[in-house]
């Protein structure tokens, strides 16, 4: 299965500075038609008390989706993390989004949140799909950490992330984690990162996306590929972002990703 342009999706991490209206105008200028969502963070964050049409309209305004969005984490607090997570995932169904980002901060919390989590998605027909996501500095950094949690959680429903960027911070590459994941993979990011595990422009990195690609066409993979340049300018100079970016459409092209035919 071939990997076309259509799956590609911008993030608000590039520019975390911007609100969403300026993001989506911006991101859609450079061709992309889909967003991933925060909760928290990032300037463009969604506030789940507001109404999803209001959110729905901007997104149309620009001729963008969301496809996916991030939840925010399990925490020792437990009940109130757990209903702050279902109810974040009721809202990313309202927007459209198909995939949730299931977040804790410790390994503990992942095993201890998955099942009641997973058990309100389906009892409450929430119908979106939940991934596990590595990220260096967080309690799921490395491929054992990643085992770790998957084993315990030991839930088909519960579906992965291979975040290539992150695996490459820590030494790890993505054919290593896209082993260890296998058919759980839900959803892809990418980032360019250098030796010394900086994002960097699309092509001056150590990121194999040839090989990526391949590998992903051959699995047939037909999930969204989320797009991540989070450059040590992007706070003071957004204007480069928005300019690597494009950069960024164009190598991925030359790399294996065929351009959507309308």
Request: charged share 20%.
């Amino acid at each position: 299965m071939t990997l076309t342009t259509d799956q590609l999706v911008a993030s608000p991490a590039c520019i975390p500075q911007w609100a969403l209206d300026e993001i989506l105008a911006a991101y859609a200028q450079l061709g992309f038609g889909k967003f991933e969502a925060f909760c928290t963070w990032c300037a463009s964050a969604l506030d789940i008390h507001q109404p999803a049409q209001q959110y729905l309209e901007l997104a149309r305004k620009h001729e963008m989706v969301f496809t996916s969005m991030h939840l925010p984490p399990i925490t020792d607090d437990f009940d109130d993390a757990l209903e702050q997570a279902v109810a974040t995932a009721r809202y990313a169904q309202s927007i459209g989004a198909k995939v949730v980002l299931y977040k804790a901060q410790s390994r503990e919390l992942y095993v201890r949140g998955a099942k009641p989590l997973l058990d309100r998605l389906e009892s409450e027909n929430i119908n979106v799909i939940p991934v596990l996501q590595n990220h260096k500095g967080t309690p799921i950094t490395t491929l054992d950490d990643f085992k770790q949690v998957i084993d315990a959680i030991a839930d088909p429903r519960m579906k992965t992330l291979l975040e290539v960027g992150h695996f490459q911070r820590v030494g790890v590459s993505w054919q290593q984690g896209m082993d260890l994941l296998d058919q759980s993979i839900a959803l892809v990011h990418i980032n360019e990162i250098d030796d010394d595990g900086q994002s960097v422009p699309f092509g001056q990195g150590r990121v194999d996306f040839q090989g990526l690609f391949a590998a992903l066409s051959e699995r047939n993979y037909t999930g969204e590929i989320v797009v991540e340049l989070e450059l040590d300018t992007r706070k003071t100079d957004a204007q480069r972002t928005v300019n690597e970016l494009a950069n960024a459409l164009t190598y991925l092209k030359q790399m294996g990703i065929k351009e959507t035919q309308s």
